[in-house]
């Protein structure tokens, strides 16, 4: 072996070691959170290990990050505000904006539901007036089954929402690793 080779293949195991070592601190600090039950994402885990985002979202590290984080959703663990990277907060003046625009729908919503109400009462005014007993005990039953159907359907949309929900923060916490990664980049280059 030439002197070149045996530098070349030194520096080969050093940097093999520096990957292990760099490895392990994302390993270290991902049971480190768990334990303290503190919300994990990948920009947090890459910071507090010391390592850039991209090999927290690498593989063999990915896995056990996004494992973390869905058992963590699984037992209803939120963000705090420290874990939400400071360029995805959002301005007091878009959350009043955000809160005035919802008010005002709420406002609507709630007057078409009264109107909608009104109908309704209306119509089912006019089919007791046409039919008999048993057509209304029947009629009640099937409203009733649709009444729980509804329900059901109503829960199951609530359950969609929070996995969309969390499915939003994890693209947030995805975004802003890639534009971390990519600012680095640029820099570097």
């Keep these: 072996m030439t002197a070149r080779e045996a530098r070349a293949a030194a520096l080969k ?8 070592d760099k ?4 390993l270290e600090v991902l049971e480190s959170l768990q334990r303290a039950g503190t919300k994990i994402t990948f920009a947090r885990v890459a910071k507090e290990a010391g390592v850039s985002n991209w090999l927290a979202y690498s593989p063999g590290l990915r896995e056990p990050i996004e494992t973390a984080r869905q058992r963590q959703e699984e037992l209803g663990i939120e963000a705090t505000a420290d874990a ?17 625009l919802a008010q005002q729908q709420i406002k609507e919503l709630r007057e078409e539901r009264n109107r909608l109400r009104e109908r309704l009462r209306l119509q089912l005014g006019a089919e007791l007036d046409r039919t008999d007993g048993q057509e209304l005990v029947a009629r009640v039953s099937e409203l009733s089954r649709e009444n729980a159907e509804l329900g059901r359907q109503a829960q199951q949309a609530q359950a969609d929402n929070r996995t969309l929900r969390t499915t939003i923060e994890s693209l947030e916490d995805d975004l802003t690793a890639a534009r971390q990664s990519l600012r680095k980049m640029m820099r570097s280059t």
């Design 23 to 26: 490895r392990r601190r994302v």
């Design 84 to 100: 939400v990277p400071p360029p995805s907060r959002v301005s007091s003046a878009s959350l009043k904006t955000d809160l005035a």
């Design 13 to 20: 195991a050093a940097r093999e070691r520096d990957s292990k």
